[in-house]
């Protein structure tokens, strides 16, 4: 399995992004795949949910990307794009894409115990104000 994200860069406050989640040895209707935020000097355990794609249920966003993020799939490419808008000095940090089985388990994505079954390497953000 590999999750391979790409499309992170430097913008300065108010512009956008797009980030994207190649996905190999796992499919998309079986498996949700969520978008992390890792701020600067943060350990990995305490990223922050920002998003959550879901072939069955749809998508959910973390409360403070709401209404500038959006996630949206490509199953024939098995692909995961987060469109970033708007973008703010605190979303700068690393952004992973992570892959987990069920396609219930977006509710898992604020769970900070809960550890997401693969991801990626990441993709770095910078955003200045």
């Known amino acids: 399995v590999q999750l391979v994200e790409s499309g992170g860069d430097a913008v300065q406050a108010g512009g956008s992004l797009r980030l994207s989640c190649v996905i190999s040895?796992?499919?998309?209707?079986?498996?949700?795949v969520g978008w992390f935020h890792q701020a600067p000097g943060k350990p990995r355990w305490e990223r922050e949910g920002v998003s959550c794609i879901s072939s069955l249920r749809g998508t959910v966003y973390g409360d403070s990307v709401n209404g500038r993020f959006v996630t949206s799939s490509d199953i024939d490419k098995n692909t995961v794009y987060l469109q970033m808008n708007n973008l703010k000095p605190e979303d700068t940090g690393l952004y992973t894409c992570?892959?987990?089985?069920?396609?219930?388990?977006?509710?898992?994505?604020?769970?900070?115990?809960?550890?997401?079954?693969?991801w990626g390497q990441g993709a770095h953000v910078t955003v200045s104000s």
């Open positions: 040895g796992l499919t998309l209707d079986s498996y949700v």
């Open positions: 992570e892959a987990t089985l069920g396609l219930d388990s977006c509710k898992h994505l604020y769970k900070v115990e809960y550890e997401f079954d693969y």
